[in-house]
């Protein structure tokens, strides 16, 4: 069985696994705990078959991201028991039980780890060429690293943030840090992170007319309308978000259109008390 095989069954069956486990517990984020788990391993795979310097770091990369999302993940209580996603608790309101179930086995359970599939394969493409590395891929190396740092910086400011709402010293939505130059820089350094991914197999081709650019766009499609969503369900919480929605950019950092001045009870970031608060 070569590596994409392997791992299109691997993919298979973690799909199958995260169905049946979310209709045994009634909880529906299997998929999110185990987001930062499989493309490593699929990276590792494509790896182990391949002679080739740049697959190999690829799945260190992708490694290193992976153990950085997965950490965040646990300190949030993703793992815990309940830790469920609260979007799809809204989901669940809204929809008829058979309509949500349908939807839980077609794009949670199944579409959402074809995802997750689809954006490892440009290793694929690199293993199909295998050369030596040169500058465009310690260009694309520096650009995934500064994401990766943007991301972690991005991440760490929420949670600041969130420790010193719970702790009663901020209300509103977060708007300092790299949040007042976009609304979500974590997941643009997300979606960043695999275009480069796809940039590698792009270098190793010779051509970014690659069909594995398809996980990419599907991924950068799904954060968009995780976007819309999330930020409709936080309109009625937060009457700043209008105006913070005037102001900044969605996704792409970008200086604010405006000067909106610091609303009562908005702390910066750094702002945090000793003791430690978990995330609501």
Do not use: K
Not at 77 to 84: C, F, K, N, T
Request: charged fraction near 15%.
């Amino acid at each position: 069985m070569n590596a994409l095989e392997l791992t299109a069954w691997i993919a298979l069956g973690t799909a199958v696994a995260c169905w049946l486990t979310s209709v045994l517990t009634r909880e529906y984020s299997w998929v999110d705990r185990l987001w930062s788990v499989v493309p490593v391993v699929y990276l590792w795979v494509f790896a182990a078959h391949a002679a080739s310097p740049r697959v190999t770091l690829m799945a260190c990369l992708v490694t290193v991201w992976g153990v950085r999302l997965t950490l965040n993940f646990a300190r949030r209580g993703g793992y815990a028991p309940g830790g469920e996603d609260y979007r799809w608790a809204a989901l669940r309101a809204r929809m008829p039980g058979w309509a949500f179930q349908a939807f839980n086995l077609g794009f949670i359970a199944a579409y959402q780890n074809l995802l997750l599939w689809l954006i490892t394969l440009p290793a694929w493409t690199a293993a199909q060429h295998p050369g030596p590395l040169g500058p465009l891929d310690a260009l694309a190396t520096a650009a995934f690293l500064v994401l990766l740092v943007g991301e972690t910086v991005a991440d760490q400011q929420r949670w600041d943030y969130h420790r010193v709402r719970a702790a009663g010293g901020a209300s509103g939505v977060l708007r300092t840090g790299l949040y007042r130059w976009s609304r979500h820089p974590n997941y643009f350094c997300e979606i960043g992170q695999w275009w480069v991914v796809f940039a590698f197999g792009a270098i190793a081709a010779g051509t970014p007319v690659l069909p594995t650019i398809a996980g990419a766009v599907l991924l950068t499609a799904l954060f968009i309308g995780s976007t819309v969503f999330t930020e409709s369900l936080s309109a009625g919480r937060y009457p700043d978000l209008d105006d913070y929605r005037r102001t900044t950019s969605a996704l792409v950092p970008w200086p604010p259109r405006t000067a909106a001045p610091a609303a009562a009870g908005i702390v910066a970031a750094g702002a945090v008390p000793a003791e430690a608060v978990r995330e609501s």
